[in-house]
Every structure is written in C-alpha cells, then in structure tokens.
C-alpha cells in the first residue's frame, strides 16, 4: 500500500492534528509513513500544506501531481494547493453551498455542534466514509482515541462522527 | 533494551537522539526550524529519568558558551539554534575548532532554505567549512537520531565540536522512528587546569591551528564517512548524482521512477566538510560528469572542484531557493538526458499570516500609529513583525537591530535641525533579552532621542512559547530566578519608564504623548514604554481578561478602514452586505476594535462595561 495525501488549510483550523491522526494511523496499519509540515509565521493565520506519505517512499514531499487525495480545510487554496493532486485523485473541500464536487461545509457542520475547531475531523471522518484514506474508519477511531487529550475525546469523536455520517 | 517505533518530528527525533545518547547538558534559544529540539530534550528526560540540565538560553552566544564548558568536563553536551543564531554564536563557534573539547559537544544547526521563517537562506555547511567543523547533513529524522551518536562519537574521537545540519525538512517532517532505553555513562564531571589549550593566547595559536588542521584531515580520511554509493546504474552512461540532506531523499525517490533507471549512480555524502579525500579521487577515476545536488549553497561542488562536476556553479542547479522535488526532477531529467515534464507546483499566493484576533501587540500598534502618523517604526523578529501588515512596522533586520535602528535614525535626523520626527521602536520581551540590551545602553550613552515600545506578552509566542527569563521559569517547568525587564531598562540608564496595558488604547497614547514630549525636552533621552499584555494564545491569559460581546451596528458605512488599519482576523468585510461582521468563530472579545471604527459602529456589550 503506498498513498500520498496533501492536508491545506491556514493557520489554527487543526492541519497540524489532522496530519498527526492520519501519520499515527498510517503507523496502526504497520505502514512506514513520512510527513511535512508548516510552523512557524504562518501558522498565525497564514496558508499551511502539511503532506502525508505512507508507504515505502523516501522524500517527505509529494511532487505536483502525485497526491491520491487531497483535504482542504479551507477552499481558498485550491488555487495554490490544488495542482499537487494527482488525475483522478480525490478531493475533499470544506467550504459552504451544495455537496458537490467533495464539497462539505465542514465549518458549519463544526459550528452547529458547538465546536467550531473539530471541522477538521469533520472533513477527515467524511473522506473516510468515502473509502478515500489508506486506511479503515476504526483505524482512525483507534488512533483519535489515543492521541486526543482527555478533554476533548468526547469532541473529537463527535465530529469525526458527523462527517462520517454526512450523507452529501 | 526496551525498543519501540514512535512517529517522530526530525527535531524530536534529535531530541531523543541526544537522550539515548547521554547527553547531559543541553541549551538553545529558540527559532525556526529548530525550536523543538530543546523542548523534545526536557520531555524525553523526564520520560525517561535521564539526568540533563535543559535551558532555554538568553540567547545563541550563551547556550554554546554554556554547552562548551560543559564538554570541557568530559560530559556530552549539545546545543541547538536555527542558522541566524548561528550568526550570534559566531565567536565562541569559531575558537573552539582551535581549543577543541573534551567531552562530546554537538552543534545543531537548522537551516531554512526557501526561506520559509527566517531573514537569510544561508548554509550553515559553508560556515562550518569556514569556522573548521566537520558537518553531517541528515536526509531524514531516522538519520537525524542516528547522526547525534555520530556526531558525539566524532566530537569525542577528534576532540572537536561537530555540526549537525538539518534543513527544515528534515526538522518539520516526521517519520516512524526507532526509540531505545538512554545509554548512561556515569562520567564525573572533571576540569583540568591546561593553560595554553583552555586560555590560548596568540601564542599558543599556531600550534593549536596545525592541530587542527592535521585533525581535519584524518576526518576526511575516516572510512565510515566515505559517501554511500546507494543505487547503481551509471555504469553505461559514466554518470554519477552526489546529493547531500533531504535533497537526496528527493533525488532517491525519483530516481526510482521507471524512465530514470539505468541512467546514473547515487551517491549520498553524510559529511559534506571535510568531504572524504578518496571519494574525490574515486569520482574522478570512474564518471565522466558528477550533478552536485545539495542546499543551499555549493559546499561539496566547491571541495570537487573539478570541470566534471555540474551544480550551481555551471548552471545546472538553480543559484537560490529550496531545491524542492519538482526542481530536483527538472535538473535530473536534464543532466541525465531523461524526456519528460516535472508538473510545476501552484502559483497562488495563499493567505498571508497575520497577529491572532485579540493579540495585544495589534492594540500597541493601533495606539502607536493613531499617535505619530508621520513616525518612523524600526521593529524587530517575532510575532510583531506582521505589524508590517498595517503601517505599523517599518524596518525589520535581525535581533535586537531595532533598538540601534532608532539610534542611527535619531543622529542622522537630528544633523539636519531640531525638527527630527518621532521614532517608535517595538521589540518584543524575548528579543529584548536576547539582544536588546547592549544597544539600549549605547543608545542611552550615545544621546540618542526615541521612543522604545517593549512589546511585553510574556513570553517567546511566535516560536512556540518557550519562557523568558522575565517569568522565572525553566525549560522543564521547574522555578528559576526571575529577571524583571523594568530593572534592566532602568539600569541601562533610562529615565523615562512606563507601563501599560495595551487593550487600555487611550492610555497607551497618552503614554506615547507623554514619551514624545520627553524625548524633545531639554533633558530628554530614550523613553522607554512597557506595553504589557499575555499572548492570548496562552488559555490562562484568556480565563483573566473580561469578554464582550461584539457586533457592527447598521452605521456601518463599509468603509473597510477596521478592516485594513486594524486588520483583525475576526472583522470581515461581507460585500454582499456591503458592510463588515463579526465572525464569531475567530473573535475573543477584546473590544479593542471599537477604536477602530471612525463612526462608532462597531459595538461591545457585556456585564463589564
């Protein structure tokens, strides 16, 4: 099994967590697995591209037009981030209006629920449903498990939930 | 031996490293990319029960000084910086490759080729060629972890500092690691006098040099550093790639594609300086052309230095920037005469960062600019600098320069009459203590007439917010001695000193006034301010302040001036509407906004006012 997955978004909306779940659960699966990341500056409120590589691979970056799947927690940078997604790769986009296109308001689908920074589960529960990750829905439940802190277990779950269950 | 795989970041990886390999003393100041090693040192000691005195440095000078006489006892010591502390450490960096040490000292360098979070893109490697220290290049975390035994071991061997260079790729990724129980060594720690050695006047030098040198040479004779030949198939084409860092992890992965196979040999160099004497000679006897691929500059090329070697300096490798894999694809394709399009990355822009909604500095900012609208802003490295974003900042060069900006300002236009205009320095609190106050002093004794706002949120926030010494806290979380900034500045001689909290916007600037009529009274000086507000990225700091409830009134006019002058996440202009709102996901309640509005319609409700 080898997939590359790009996560983007802008600073704060959890790209950081939603790279660590997808690793850890790369990890579950016993597949080697290699990341990047953004810190720094731009994680104020700048763009952020984190890629995720599980698999037998060596670089921690993933070329233009080789990602299988593509999460963007926010739909302004498909513009810059959109290019690394391969022909036929999957595309999940939080961003409002109609379901279309891997198109979910993961935001307001957060923001209903109580807790407007779980939108990146959201978006991560809803990819798996579609069978879009290298991995299984109880893998990712496993890991989310592990890796949440005590508090926000219950929060995470839920959100992971809602776009498991989203039917769009 | 308890063994267990962990997905590690390339800086916890070293932090781990430096545990499991009896590092006992180990100091940085933070930076990008290179701000979590310190903090993955503290952690694994206290997971493990390893003994390691951790501390987060005044700043890069001091962490080396401190790291290196350490070694001098025979413990193992490491120090870790991004590459422009590498800068501020320069002088005790480069007498040490003469001096040597004693126990283990390792150097840990990040580089930021790109530059992603940093003001050069240089290469540490070139450094270390210059100060006479061997450097390993890590491809990867795993190699990052196995390159800090390595390098202890090479320190130890030699007696002399080694580098380790990691680049931000190798710092930011993370990868499944290897992790094992800490070896303990048990060494007592244990000084020697040896005058000519550990005090070296010129005298001693020249012997100390060839020493040196003749050390440097042996390196580049170790046999375990001999670059790996790591996949074959040059042998038609008389082709060879040498690659060092990530960028050979780059190389690698290509390489493996099906139209680059039996193309050209791969060789991965792990000590690009000294570079192994025989490898030289070996690639001259066996290639007719060797592609140099490495960041960010031409260290390997240079030592080659032969016309069989293509790079930076015959135009085959790009002379700047991150050698990104696409960049890689494009240069192996056309050295190795491969057909066939690298697909190019994005060309958007992305949204640009900006100060969190609710940070105190923006509400410094406001007050500062609303209060000297034909002022001159030398400002500094931090959070703060995205001031730049509204008008706020006006110069921005490395740490501490503000404060000696604002001088040399100040007696160029003051040589031209007494009208000179308002000069407002911000500098945040860490920044301060790490290189702001020599130039207050000079600035002080040199007569110089400005405004110095410290920016005071206490703490080191862009980098991840590791304590200043103002707060009296430890790398580990344990108490230390708290240094307040107000002693300093007035021990540095400055007699106008006021504190306030920045969310108060009308006092702020009335502070402001009242610092500008000192600084062109009679008496007058440098006038410092304290804008004092916790970085509310911090959740204790938001349990203490009051909440508003926020919105804009009809009276908005859709100006867009809060939106452009105040430049808060949370103030969003809505052109449907035609008017600004308040998005409620991003916005704290600070209030400070209300200032923002030149017709008053934005609005703050709640039990505290």
């Given at each position: 099994m080898k997939q590359q997955i790009v996560i983007s978004g802008i600073g704060g909306q959890g790209v950081l967590f939603a790279t660590r779940l997808i690793a850890e659960a790369a990890m579950e699966e016993g597949l080697p697995v290699l990341t990047s990341e953004t810190h720094g500056m731009a994680m104020r409120g700048g763009t952020v591209i984190s890629h995720v590589k599980a698999g037998p691979f060596q670089s921690p970056l993933i070329r233009p037009g080789q990602a299988d799947a593509g999460l963007f927690l926010h739909g302004g940078n498909l513009e810059l981030h959109r290019p690394f997604i391969r022909e036929g790769g999957s595309l999940f986009v939080n961003r409002p209006g109609p379901a279309a296109g891997g198109g979910i308001d993961a935001a307001r689908l957060a923001q209903d629920f109580g807790h407007p920074v779980i939108a990146n589960l959201v978006l991560i529960g809803h990819a798996a449903s579609r069978g879009a990750l290298f991995c299984g829905a109880d893998t990712l439940r496993a890991v989310l498990r592990r890796i949440s802190p005590p508090e926000r277990l219950d929060i995470n779950r839920q959100g992971f939930e809602i776009g498991f269950g989203f039917e769009g | 031996?308890?063994?267990?795989?962990?997905?590690?970041?390339?800086?916890?990886?070293?932090?781990?490293?430096?545990?499991?390999?009896?590092?006992?003393?180990?100091?940085?100041?933070?930076?990008?990319?290179?701000?979590?090693?310190?903090?993955?040192?503290?952690?694994?000691?206290?997971?493990?029960?390893?003994?390691?005195?951790?501390?987060?440095?005044?700043?890069?000078?001091?962490?080396?000084?401190?790291?290196?006489?350490?070694?001098?006892?025979?413990?193992?010591?490491?120090?870790?910086?991004?590459?422009?502390?590498?800068?501020?450490?320069?002088?005790?960096?480069?007498?040490?490759?003469?001096?040597?040490?004693?126990?283990?000292?390792?150097?840990?360098?990040?580089?930021?080729?790109?530059?992603?979070?940093?003001?050069?893109?240089?290469?540490?490697?070139?450094?270390?060629?210059?100060?006479?220290?061997?450097?390993?290049?890590?491809?990867?975390?795993?190699?990052?972890?196995?390159?800090?035994?390595?390098?202890?071991?090479?320190?130890?061997?030699?007696?002399?500092?080694?580098?380790?260079?990691?680049?931000?790729?190798?710092?930011?990724?993370?990868?499944?690691?290897?992790?094992?129980?800490?070896?303990?060594?048990?060494?007592?720690?244990?000084?020697?006098?040896?005058?000519?050695?550990?005090?070296?006047?010129?005298?001693?030098?020249?012997?100390?040099?060839?020493?040196?040198?003749?050390?440097?040479?042996?390196?580049?004779?170790?046999?375990?550093?001999?670059?790996?030949?790591?996949?074959?198939?040059?042998?038609?084409?008389?082709?060879?790639?040498?690659?060092?860092?990530?960028?050979?992890?780059?190389?690698?992965?290509?390489?493996?594609?099906?139209?680059?196979?039996?193309?050209?040999?791969?060789?991965?160099?792990?000590?690009?300086?000294?570079?192994?004497?025989?490898?030289?000679?070996?690639?001259?006897?066996?290639?007719?052309?060797?592609?140099?691929?490495?960041?960010?500059?031409?260290?390997?090329?240079?030592?080659?230095?032969?016309?069989?070697?293509?790079?930076?300096?015959?135009?085959?490798?790009?002379?700047?920037?991150?050698?990104?894999?696409?960049?890689?694809?494009?240069?192996?394709?056309?050295?190795?005469?491969v057909p066939g399009e690298a697909p190019s990355a994005g060309q958007g822009k992305g949204k640009r960062p900006s100060l969190c909604p609710g940070c105190g500095h923006r509400a410094a900012f406001f007050a500062i600019r609303e209060t000297f609208p034909k002022g001159i802003f030398p400002s500094d490295i931090g959070c703060y600098t995205l001031g730049m974003n509204f008008g706020a900042v006006d110069t921005c060069h490395c740490m501490g320069a503000c404060i000696s900006q604002g001088a040399g300002f100040y007696h160029a236009f003051a040589q031209d009459g007494p009208g000179f205009p308002s000069i407002v320095v911000t500098i945040g609190d860490s920044t301060f203590f790490h290189a702001g106050i020599p130039p207050l002093i000079n600035a002080v004794s040199q007569g110089a007439r400005f405004i110095v706002v410290i920016l005071d949120n206490g703490t080191t926030a862009m980098t991840g917010h590791q304590p200043t010494p103002a707060l009296g806290i430890r790398s580990d979380g344990s108490r230390g001695a708290a240094v307040p900034i107000p002693e300093l500045v007035r021990a540095a001689g400055v007699r106008f000193l006021r504190e306030c909290d920045p969310y108060d916007v009308e006092c702020m600037e009335g502070i402001l006034k009242e610092a500008d009529r000192y600084v062109r009274s009679a008496e007058g000086g440098v006038a410092v301010v304290i804008a004092k507000h916790p970085c509310i990225v911090g959740r204790e700091a938001r349990k203490g302040q009051p909440v508003y409830r926020m919105s804009v009134t009809e009276e908005c006019i859709g100006c867009k001036a809060c939106v452009e002058d105040f430049e808060c996440g949370a103030l969003v202009f809505d052109p449907d509407a035609d008017r600004v709102r308040i998005d409620g996901t991003l916005c704290i309640g600070c209030a400070v906004c209300v200032h923002a509005c030149p017709v008053g319609a934005i609005t703050a409700e709640g039990e505290d006012r």
């Open positions: - | 031996m308890n063994r267990s795989e962990r997905i590690l970041m390339g800086n916890e990886a070293i932090g781990r490293g430096l545990v499991e390999n009896d590092c006992r003393i180990a100091t940085s100041y933070p930076g990008t990319p290179a701000s979590e090693i310190l903090s993955s040192v503290a952690d694994f000691a206290a997971e493990t029960g390893a003994s390691i005195h951790t501390e987060w440095s005044v700043n890069e000078k001091a962490a080396y000084e401190v790291a290196l006489a350490a070694s001098y006892t025979g413990k193992r010591a490491a120090v870790s910086m991004k590459q422009v502390g590498l800068n501020v450490a320069a002088d005790p960096v480069t007498r040490s490759t003469y001096l040597g040490t004693k126990g283990g000292l390792v150097l840990i360098v990040a580089d930021d080729p790109g530059p992603h979070s940093s003001q050069t893109e240089q290469d540490s490697r070139m450094f270390a060629l210059f100060a006479k220290l061997p450097v390993l290049d890590p491809s990867s975390p795993r190699e990052a972890k196995d390159m800090t035994g390595e390098a202890f071991r090479l320190s130890e061997k030699y007696e002399l500092p080694v580098m380790l260079r990691p680049t931000t790729r190798v710092c930011h990724a993370r990868q499944n690691v290897d992790c094992g129980d800490p070896e303990r060594k048990e060494v007592r720690s244990r000084f020697e006098r040896n005058i000519p050695r550990w005090v070296a006047t010129p005298a001693f030098l020249p012997e100390l040099h060839r020493r040196l040198n003749e050390k440097l040479d042996r390196i580049a004779e170790e046999e375990a550093f001999h670059p790996r030949l790591v996949s074959r198939g040059g042998d038609e084409s008389r082709r060879a790639v040498a690659a060092s860092g990530v960028v050979f992890a780059h190389a690698a992965e290509i390489l493996e594609g099906g139209d680059f196979s039996g193309k050209t040999d791969l060789y991965q160099v792990r000590l690009p300086y000294p570079l192994n004497r025989k490898f030289i000679g070996d690639l001259r006897k066996r290639y007719k052309e060797v592609l140099v691929l490495e960041e960010t500059d031409g260290v390997i090329e240079m030592q080659i230095g032969s016309d069989f070697v293509k790079g930076r300096s015959t135009g085959h490798v790009p002379r700047l920037g991150e050698l990104t894999p696409e960049i890689v694809e494009k240069i192996l394709r056309e050295f190795l005469g």
